[in-house]
């Protein structure tokens, strides 16, 4: 009924690094039945760092096992069973991946036992499997190896469901919300599993074939399996019962599939994406120049004839950055709408703004400052190509800002990138830039790495 697993690996990213050790526990749900137990051989070397944690050393794995030549006993032990882990997405990706690898589609039930016991075990101060299992006494033969942790998980995981014994009086309430519940009869559940574990955007369709809604997420299969389960709220539940068709859109980059989304939100105006159709940035800095020439500045909420030089998510947000600018830039709070006088600003008054609100300092020193506060806004590369990930090996996905400006995006071969950028240019296909999507861009590459930056 349950196949109870934990892994070691080279690293922390399941796109990139192997899995070393792997040990599966199989459980009827009152005791251990059967258990595999094995180091893999990662085909990579091990960094020191993953040593110093787990203890397995490059010398340990290397007449160990390759992933492939294990594949089948996974498939064997784990078909059928509910995939049960502590934080069990990252035991999973990893495993999916390898899978993947090898051109197997690998897809279980999951029960994830952190969740779980935040769910039946509330009140502890971490829920981490060292953290945990000292509160509860539960001993960890050989942390950070797969079998010990594994173990540990098993303990852990009869400890749930005997607390959910206690709480539900049933055995089966321990599933209940990992199961797919009071759909759509129009809905075809076989399609749920051709969903991919990748990025892109996802559409709901109602009986009538009305776009009901529009997302996007780093993990489609995920995300969607998410919504088909949501008791949290009466919309929630409310837009799970229409959802009578699916359909996907794989994008590759998480970049394409933000972009992509805000667009289609604003073009079809899906009824349960109210709250997204108007821009998630309804704030902005704005900036203009007064009769004596100075370059003021002010904030304010969004409308359709001013056009911010920045946008944010909240009134706070927009004059926590006014007030920052004023400080990095020596910039008068008057002329930033944020002191409201007749004379001289505060700041003035204190030694800190040089007196171009009373004329005594010159428009243009004055100036100087503040388009270089102006600046912060704009890309730091006029013209240039976003390259990222594609929706496989052989492609990428391109983002075109031109003077600053987004232009739109689009896929190529990279194979076909020997005669320089024409391949890139060629493929974009034109889109409108608007405050949103600005928001979008900036935000991202702001916290997010991509392949690279081509400038043109």
């Known amino acids: 009924m349950y196949a109870i697993i934990d892994i070691e690996t080279t690293g922390g990213s399941a796109r990139i690094e192997k899995i070393t050790e792997i040990a599966i526990y199989i459980h009827d749900g009152n005791q251990i039945t059967g258990e595999f137990v094995s180091l893999v051989n990662p085909e990579r070397n091990i960094p020191y760092f993953i040593t110093n944690l787990t203890g397995i050393t490059n010398e340990m794995v290397e007449d160990a096992p ?15 069973r509910t995939f049960v882990a502590h934080n069990a997405r990252f035991d999973y990706s990893f495993i999916r991946e390898e899978f993947k ?66 709480v539900n009086g049933s055995k089966e309430a321990l599933m209940k919300n990992t199961k797919v519940s009071k759909l759509n009869p129009k809905l075809d559940i076989s399609k749920l599993d051709k969903i991919p574990d990748e990025p892109g955007v996802y559409y709901f369709y109602n009986e009538n074939g009305d776009l009901i809604y529009i997302g996007k997420s780093r993990n489609l299969s995920q995300r969607v399996s998410t919504h088909l389960s949501n008791n949290s709220t009466n919309r929630a539940m409310e837009m799970r019962d229409q959802i009578a068709d699916i359909d996907w859109e794989r994008t590759g980059s998480e970049l394409i599939a933000l972009l992509k989304e805000s667009y289609e939100i604003k073009l079809n105006k899906p009824v349960y994406n109210r709250l997204q159709r108007r821009s998630g940035f309804q704030w902005g800095i704005f900036r203009f120049t007064d009769t004596n020439g100075y370059i003021n500045y002010r904030y ?157």
Not at 66 to 80: C, D, M, S
Not at 432 to 452: C, F, P, S, T
């Open 66 to 80: 390759r992933f492939y030549e294990i594949a089948k006993q996974i498939v064997e032990l784990t078909e059928g």
């Open 101 to 166: 690898s090898l051109g197997f589609n690998f897809r279980r039930s999951i029960l994830d036992t952190v969740a779980l016991s935040r769910k039946l075990l509330p009140g502890h101060k971490s829920y981490s499997l060292g953290n945990i299992c000292n509160d509860l006494r539960i001993s960890i033969n050989g942390r950070h190896r797969a079998s010990g942790d594994a173990l540990a998980t098993v303990k852990l995981f009869e400890i749930l469901m005997e607390k959910d014994r206690e």
């Open 300 to 456: 304010g909420q969004l409308n359709n004839d001013d056009l911010p030089v920045s946008v944010f998510t909240s009134k706070e947000k927009t004059k926590s950055k006014l007030n920052s600018l004023v400080e990095t830039y020596s910039l008068c709070q008057k002329l930033s709408g944020l002191y409201e006088t007749d004379g001289a600003c505060f700041h003035y008054q204190v030694g800190i703004c040089h007196g171009a609100c009373i004329g005594k300092e010159s428009a243009e020193a004055y100036n100087e400052r503040a388009i270089k506060a102006t600046e912060e806004f704009i890309f730091s590369r006029r013209n240039f190509f976003i390259i990222d990930r594609g929706r496989d090996k052989e492609e990428r996905c391109a983002v075109k800002i031109v003077n600053g400006k987004y232009s739109g995006f689009g896929y190529f071969n990279i194979n076909d990138m020997g005669f320089g950028l024409s391949a890139v240019h060629d493929c974009i296909v034109q889109s409108i830039d608007n405050h949103d999507i600005q928001g979008i861009l900036k935000q991202y590459l702001k916290i997010n790495r991509v392949e690279k930056i081509i400038e043109f």
